[in-house]
């Protein structure tokens, strides 16, 4: 898993308590492609090609378009991907 960079520009944690099983958890954060039934602010989630480490996904979150990369793929207990749009770079983790 990458870890955080304390010297990026904008940093965000959050901590929830979800009360299912690890399978289950990882079953529903790794369907990219149904991500947009749970998460309302995404629309055309579109994995392109198996759930491994460096598969593109694209997406949209608020009427913006970004091309990710994921860049951890751990089963139930890491995954990550580095997203770009507007000239941006972002890291998302979910450990």
Request: glycine share 6%; hydrophobic share 40%.
């Amino acid at each position: 898993m990458k870890s955080i960079n304390n010297n990026a520009p904008v940093k965000c944690s959050k901590t929830i308590l979800i009360n299912a099983s690890p399978e289950k958890v990882w079953s529903v954060l790794t369907n990219i492609d149904q991500w947009a039934t749970w998460q309302t602010d995404i629309t055309k989630p579109k994995l392109n090609g198996e759930l491994k480490l460096n598969t593109t996904f694209d997406w949209k979150t608020d009427g913006v378009k970004i091309h990710s990369t994921l860049l951890t793929v751990e089963p139930f207990n890491h995954f990550g991907w580095t997203g770009k749009t507007f000239g941006m770079v972002a890291i998302h983790n979910w450990p």
